[in-house]
Every structure is written in structure tokens, then in C-alpha cells.
């Protein structure tokens, strides 16, 4: 079972860095996304971190967004700066059980989701 924390509310061009567990599993055996659902949007995937390291970034997030494991990798971080309104939304993250990172932005690959944490960007 995976948790997702650290959302809250900032202003635009603040700062907020997400982390992500897990209970029963080590995230590092295997990749880890981060998606996002704005109300009445469908959920997009915003980032991803395949079991051997290699990164992936939706347009809309590249280089304002940073996702990288903790030195346990037990833990997925999402540091996500210079965020606008348009990022606000419920952030979860999702873990696939592989190395693969085709298709990284489907959500039926994943076979764990966190719960999910609110992400408030507004003046």
C-alpha cells in the first residue's frame, strides 16, 4: 500500500515537495509514477522513475519538477517548484511492479496507488 504527503497550499512560484511510501514492499523493486487529477480533468501522469533510474517528465512539468528516491529508497520524492494554478490538483502516486517505463502514462499499468494529496496553487 503506498501513502502520498506533502501537498498543501501555496502561492504561485512557491514551492512544495510531495514524498511517497510504501508498506509491505520496497519502492526501489520497481518504478514509481506521480499522476495528478484536476477537478473534472481526467488523471495525467506527471512523472515517472523506472527501478533503474531512468526519468520521465510530462511537457507541462519539465523543469519545475524534480522526482528522484530517497538515499533508503523506500521513499519517491516529487519536489515541484515555480508551480502555478494550473497544477492545482490531487497528486497520487502509483508503483509498477518492473523495469519497463513504456507506457508510463497509462494509469492500468500500476497495481498500487497511494491515497492521494491536494495540491493548492493560488494568490
Known amino acids: 500500500q503506498l501513502q502520498a504527503f506533502g501537498g498543501g497550499s501555496v502561492q504561485p512560484g512557491g514551492s512544495l515537495r510531495l514524498s511517497c511510501t510504501a508498506s509491505g514492499y520496497r519502492l526501489n523493486e520497481g518504478g514509481v509514477a506521480w499522476f495528478r487529477q484536476a477537478p473534472g480533468k481526467e488523471r495525467e501522469g506527471v512523472s515517472y522513475?523506472?527501478?533503474?533510474?531512468?526519468?520521465y517528465y510530462v511537457d507541462a512539468v519539465r523543469g519545475r519538477f524534480t522526482i528522484s528516491r530517497g538515499s533508503a529508497r523506500d521513499t519517491v520524492y516529487l519536489q515541484m517548484n515555480e508551480l502555478k494554478p494550473a497544477d492545482t490538483a490531487i497528486y497520487y502516486c502509483a508503483w509498477y511492479d518492473g523495469y519497463s517505463a513504456d507506457r508510463w502514462r497509462q494509469t492500468s499499468r500500476y497495481s498500487s496507488w497511494g491515497q492521494g494529496t491536494q495540491v493548492t496553487v493560488s494568490s
Open positions: 522513475i523506472s527501478r533503474d533510474n531512468f526519468i
